[in-house]
């Protein structure tokens, strides 16, 4: 399985961006895929979760109401809509996959198995 992640660029606070994240290697089935992300000096965090089959939707309590997550099935490709962006917001974006994952551990980095690049969101202020 590969993770390419795209969509990052640089924007003024208030402003928006869509980042996306197209998986090859694998049929989608009962996985998850979620976008985390990682400031300077800071440890990588989770920002959003999807279950791929039924689409439910998970995120952190600093971008609810701001970022929304989706999929695309038929294009193997998962989504992160951000609106109001906030200057905190900048860090590099990493999207994930993973297999099996519960609720109580959606935000979690070690249940996540694949892992993208990276895409560099910066939000001036």
């Known amino acids: 399985v590969q993770l390419q992640a795209s969509g990052g660029g640089l924007v003024q606070s208030g402003g928006f961006l869509r980042l996306s994240c197209a998986a090859s290697?694998?049929?989608?089935?009962?996985?998850?895929m979620a976008w985390f992300r990682q400031a300077p000096g800071k440890e990588r965090e989770f920002v959003a979760g999807i279950r791929w089959s039924g689409g439910s939707t998970y995120y952190a309590d600093s971008v609810k109401g701001r970022f929304t997550i989706s999929r695309d099935k038929a294009k193997n490709t998962a989504y992160l809509q951000m609106n109001s962006l906030k200057a905190e917001d900048t860090a590099v974006y990493y999207c994930a996959k993973g297999d099996g994952i519960i609720v109580s551990q959606i935000g979690s980095m070690a249940s996540y198995d694949y892992w993208g690049q990276g895409t560099q969101v910066t939000v001036s202020s």
């Open positions: 290697g694998r049929t989608f089935n009962s996985y998850a």
